[in-house]
Structure formats: C-alpha cells, structure tokens
C-alpha cells in the first residue's frame, strides 16, 4: 500500500519569507508519480506539478519549485518571496504504476502568509 | 476552470434519503472520478469512470454508487445517506490515465 505523509498540519511565515512544504512519501513500485494541488480559501483544487520517479530534476516555476529525492522519498515545494495570495491549502499526492487514476493524498498543509 | 460543474454546490438532507450529485464536464475527457474531502484524511477517492458504463471502485466506495450513462456525465448516489457520508464532495476529470487530474469546485454535502 501507498502512502504520502505531509507531517506539518500548518504553518505561517511573514509575506516575503521563503517557505517550504515537505512532502514525504511510501511505495514499494518502482514505477509512480507524485503531484502537488493548491486548494485557496475558495476551496477548488488547482493543480500544480506532476513529476514521475524517472525524474529527479528539479523544478522551478516563477516562485515555487519542487526538490524530488527517491533517496529520502520526499517531494518537497518550496515558495519563494512568499505573497498573500499563496495562502492554501496545500496537497501532495502519488499515483503509483504508469496510471494516474488512483491518486493518494497527504492530509494537507494549511499555510498562511501573514501581511 | 477545467470546464468541469457540480451540482448542487450546497445541499442539506436527511438520514435515509437518496442523494444523488452530478458532475458534468465540456472537455470530452474520458477519465472521471469521485473525491470525499474530510478533516485529517485529505482526499480519498470514492469511484471513478475509464469510459461510458465503465466505472471502477475506490478507497472509499461504500455506500456509493456512480454511473455513466454519456461521457460529460457522471452521477453520485448515496442510496440511503448517512450520517458519516457528510463531507464535501470533489469531482475530477482527466484526459487519459495518463494525464493529471483536474477537479471540479466542490459539493458541500450535509447529512442531519
């Protein structure tokens, strides 16, 4: 069975502050996928990046980028220069084989960014 | 916004009773799926659809029934709701298995 642990329930940091979320995950297939959704205060969930375990580059998009190590099974995110709008709820989850229907999410990251 | 609609958005009933939600998508995908949202569980998926009457169970799938009578169609039921079933419902629609997922706004689902 899989699993994906996201062990900090909430977090606040000042506007501007670099912030990053850990993402922690279990799977004996060799083969998977791991994915980050943004879920506002409006409460839709926005995806944000898929990365398969074939890949261990990291990413960079604008402020936010992924730091993906099969050697601790962690897929971290990481916002930089962190603004009000990226307050959410934040969710990482894994697929595993070549599929992607049968996602396991993490419990979420409730992140604050105090102005 | 991924073409994707839920209905209701909100929706109050009672212990017993059929519920059923809609989710309706503009995209022709052909993957779609059901989500429950609760406290400390993140999102669990319910059932999903690979196709026109071609449905397939989750982690989570008792109690439900879906079906999938036309591709930009796929229903929710709650044959006799209960108590435990409150939650807010999510669906998804994806291109292929291959292909992330995207979701929908959200049914707000209370069960007195």
């Known amino acids: 069975a899989q699993k994906v642990t996201q062990a900090q329930t909430e977090i606040s940091v000042v506007e501007k502050e670099d912030v990053t979320l850990d993402c922690v995950y279990e799977t004996r297939d060799t083969t998977y996928y791991l994915f980050w959704y943004k879920q506002p205060p409006s409460g839709e969930l926005v995806f944000l990046i898929r990365?398969?375990?074939?890949?261990?580059q990291n990413e960079i998009s604008g402020r936010y980028s992924w730091n993906f190590q099969k050697s601790t099974s962690s897929f971290n995110f990481t916002i930089t220069a962190s603004q009000v709008v990226d307050s959410a709820v934040y969710f990482c989850a894994l697929s595993v084989g070549f599929g992607n229907e049968k996602l396991t999410f993490g419990t979420g990251t409730r992140l604050t960014i105090i102005p | 916004d991924a073409g994707i609609t839920q209905s209701p958005r909100h929706k109050v009933t009672e212990t017993g009773t059929p519920v059923t939600l809609r989710c309706h998508q503009t995209e022709n995908h052909r993957y779609m799926y059901w989500y429950r949202q609760d406290p400390g569980h993140g999102l669990r998926l319910i059932h999903y659809?690979?196709?026109?009457?071609?449905?397939d169970k989750g982690e989570v799938s008792d109690g439900y029934s879906v079906s999938r009578s036309k591709t930009e169609d796929f229903l929710l039921t709650l044959e006799s709701a209960t108590s435990s079933q409150t939650s807010v419902y999510f669906c998804?629609?994806?291109?292929?298995?291959?292909?992330?997922?995207?979701f929908g706004d959200g049914t707000r689902l209370s069960i007195l």
């Open positions: 990365r398969n375990s074939f890949d261990e």
């Open positions: 659809s690979y196709g026109v009457k071609d449905t």
């Open positions: 998804a629609i994806s291109l292929s298995d291959n292909q992330p997922q995207h």
